[in-house]
Every structure is written in structure tokens, then in C-alpha cells.
């Protein structure tokens, strides 16, 4: 296997028959394995065909399996991100590492996809507003 990314928090490889492996590790692995695996099935469950889809996701070794969306992309306006990051809240989703490492080109589909979503955030989930919360006036 071919490595990509060996980091604090995760590494990641490329496997001979294309597919992505990423092992979670360091701080709140567990935590962003778990909301990764969560937000790619949402994304699939939406439609949204510019993220990995997961082949496999072992929860006890930490380990996903997803397919491979092309290489990194080494250069892009400030303006091509937001749109590309911004693709993805019209599917519900806020990516929250909305940096150039985590967008790839697929070649064979011309066309740029994300990766990386351990901190996204799928926007129906966000917590209630501060007045669903407090308490109910004295009568």
C-alpha cells in the first residue's frame, strides 16, 4: 500500500486496488471516526456524489475503507474553495476543515471532490437556540 498521510490523528493509505484506508488515532479518534462514518453515510443517503462512499468501516480497529476521489489538488482561488465546500451545506453538511488538503480531482470524472470529514457537521443536528433553553418566566 501506498502512504499518503501519517499524522498525529490519522494514517492513511492507498491500497493496491485504489481504495483509501484511514486509521484514527490520537486524541477523540474514536469520536472522529465515528462522525466521519456518519457523515459520509448521510452524504450518500443525499445523493451527494463528490465524497467517498464507506466500503468498510471497522469501529473497534478504528479503521475506514472508503473509495478513492482522485489526486490531491495542489492549487485553487479562494473563490473555487468556498464553492466546492460550499456544494456541500446545499446536502446539509459544514465540512469545518474547509482547507485545499482536504480537496481532491478525479480525472476519470473531471470534476473536484471532498475528503475528510471527522469534524463536519451535519446542520439539522446543530444544538437548539439558546431560547429553547432557558427556562420558562416565573408566573
Known sequence: MQEVKDTVRAMVRIGYDGRVHKTFRGHNAKERFENEVRVLKYLEEKGCDFVPKVLEADAEALKLVT??????????SEEKMKQVFGK???YGVRHEDA???NI??????GRFCVIDFEFATLLDEQPPSQEATLPAPAA
Open 104 to 109: 481532491t480531482y478525479n480525472a476519470r470524472e
Open 99 to 101: 482547507f485545499l488538503r
Open 67 to 76: 473509495t478513492n476521489c482522485g489526486a490531491r489538488v495542489e492549487h485553487m
Open 88 to 90: 456541500l451545506e446545499h
